[in-house]
């Protein structure tokens, strides 16, 4: 007997709203029905072959809606047999689609040219300004047997932590009499849940070495952080043509030594490989560009790393093990970056009033921790970390060092990001870079726009999307730090 068509709402994945999750394969090997497994808002395609795809979806009066699909360009989009227009919201950003339901049953065609690397298929509908859309079903005829790795809510863990994601936070900005009074109040939950240890206000440092490099000095030195002698190794590099401003510039988990001041030493051709793919060498640039550069080594990497046996993936492993104390390791990252720019407030070179923080991946997002809870940093570059906790943890696509227990009660990434208002943040995002998917990123981008807008400086905010991976591009940082600092 075979199995009668079904109709069921738009799905909202880890706060994401309007999901659509039921995909007819319409290509030439098509007929297979495909959907976001274990509760995922993006369907895996296979790369460089070209993908054709379509839903069908009930509408109980005819509506605008808008359409975004995630991926920057490539896709083309047909409503029930038209061709649909493609509008960018922002210069670059390529995803939106506004289009007009009917009454009754609508198909949706999208297709994708083929490309190189991880293609994900993921869309969604919103109603006006950005809203929930209603009265949109999607319509399905589900195979005889049951669809395999299909969640059951009643019985699914990861589906009772959806649920928990769809939750609104305790904390919401339209709750308080301002922006002033929501960033109080946030910042103040923040350090609570942190704790983070106080850092020494006056920490020895001692030189290691120090070398003449191309326009600047490199030093290694090491930052003594506690009466047992544990110590935080980092790079300072000195311009011989300074312009008077400072970044500290922290590193990814592609760090393993001195990639972001240009491998010094003898590095292994794997880590030249890391500085070309992710245009590492941020630090080194900076330098160049006049500005003193610092790159502290993060607990678990550099020379903090314990290279330990048996595959364990080092950030999990030391988050599970300070936790079990009443710790997390963005406290204790936060607690050595604190104690770094104690120092620094103390050399000459330096000028607290001029110091910008920039980093790529795990660097994105404690450049978002340090310049949320720190105001001595008064302009951030956030670069491959425009995602959100909510759908990270959905995917796998995390590590415990970047998780605080018990922030998504009252904040997730765009929160965090828009901590760093009235002062100027500038984000970076790659158009493949699997970490982003544009599902998600241009959502939150909205987000953290919004509370820009409620602090009275949407200026301030900057963005930069450009056509490659997960890498430091770079290209629009340079300037806008330069007038900024």
């Known amino acids: 007997m075979g199995s009668q068509e079904q109709a069921a709402p738009l799905e909202t994945i880890a ?16 007929g297979g029905l495909l959907y976001p497994r274990n509760g995922d808002a993006l369907v895996p395609l296979p790369a460089e072959t070209p993908a054709a795809l379509s839903a069908r979806l009930r509408s109980e009066h005819d509506q605008a809606a808008l359409l975004e699909v995630n991926g920057f360009s490539g896709w083309t989009v047909q409503l029930n047999g038209e061709a649909v227009a493609r509008r960018d919201l922002i210069p670059g950003w390529g995803n939106c689609f506004p289009l007009t339901l009917r009454r009754g049953e609508n198909r949706l065609d999208l297709a994708v040219e083929a490309k190189e690397g991880p293609l994900f298929l993921g869309a969604r509908l919103l109603g006006e300004n950005r809203q929930p859309i209603t009265g949109v079903s999607q319509v399905f005829t589900p195979p005889a047997s049951e669809l395999e790795g299909r969640l059951d809510p009643s019985t699914s863990p990861l589906a009772y932590y959806n649920r928990l994601t769809n939750e609104p936070c305790e904390l919401r900005l339209d709750a308080f009499a301002g922006a002033e009074a929501w960033r109080r109040a946030l910042r103040g939950r923040l350090e609570e849940l942190l704790g983070v240890p106080p850092p020494p206000d006056s920490p020895e440092v001692e030189l290691v070495h120090s070398v003449g490099d191309d326009g600047y000095v490199r030093e290694r030195r090491m930052l003594v952080l506690d009466e047992h002698g544990s110590r935080l190794p980092f790079w300072l590099l000195l311009p011989e043509k300074p312009n008077g401003a400072t970044l500290l510039c922290l590193h990814g988990h592609g760090y393993a030594y001195g990639e972001t001041v240009g491998l010094p030493g003898a590095p292994t051709e794997r880590q030249r490989e890391v500085v070309r793919d992710y245009n590492f060498d941020y630090a080194r640039q900076a330098a160049r560009r006049g500005y003193v550069a610092v790159t502290p080594d993060f607990r678990g990497f550099g020379e903090r790393g314990d290279h330990e046996r048996g595959g364990r993936d080092p950030c999990d492993a030391n988050f599970f093990r ?29 000028d607290l009033d001029r110091l910008g923080c920039i980093g790529l991946s795990y660097g994105g997002r404690m450049t978002m921790y340090a310049a949320a809870t720190d105001e001595r940093i008064r302009v951030a570059v956030v670069s491959g970390a425009l995602n959100s906790f909510k759908e990270r943890l959905l995917r796998n696509m ?25 002062r100027p943040l500038f984000l970076e995002v790659g158009c493949r870079d699997g970490t982003s998917p544009e599902l998600f990123a241009a959502e939150l981008y909205h987000q953290v726009q919004r509370i820009y807008e409620a602090a009275g400086v949407p200026n301030h905010l900057g963005l930069e999307i450009y056509e490659w991976g997960h890498r430091f591009n770079g290209q629009g940082v340079w300037p806008w730090i330069e007038e900024r600092l």
């Open 398 to 422: 995390s590590c415990g060092a970047q998780f605080v227990p018990g922030l998504l009660r009252c904040a997730d990434v765009p929160e965090l990001l828009g901590l760093v208002a009235p």
């Open 15 to 30: 706060g994401l709203h309007g999901c659509i999750t039921r995909w007819q394969d319409a290509g030439a090997n098509g």
């Open 322 to 350: 300070v936790n079990q104390y009443g710790l997390n390791m963005v406290a204790l990252q936060l607690h050595d970056l604190r104690a770094l720019l104690n120092h620094l407030a103390t050399r000459p070179e330096v």
